[in-house]
């Protein structure tokens, strides 16, 4: 098993719909200019609210990805 070493970055996803989609959104966008991609780890969760109702969810993920040689 070689060591792996790996670079963090940090995302903010939107989404009306919830959480989940806010972080599929980030890591999808991500996901095409960035190789290597292997966790996730969620730091912070946020949303908008008008009127009494949620209108869109915030969700700040750190992303880890592995370095190549």
């Known amino acids: 098993m070689s ?7 940090e995302l ?9 989609d806010a972080i599929e959104n980030a890591i999808a966008r991500a996901a095409k200019t960035v190789q290597g991609m ?19 969810w915030q969700v700040t993920i750190k992303v880890g990805f592995t370095l190549r040689d």
């Open 12 to 20: 903010t996803g939107s989404s009306a719909t919830g959480m989940q």
């Open 3 to 9: 060591d792996h070493i790996y670079k963090i970055m």
């Open 38 to 56: 292997r966790w996730f780890e969620v730091i912070e969760t946020r949303g908008h609210i008008e009127e009494g109702e949620i209108k869109y």
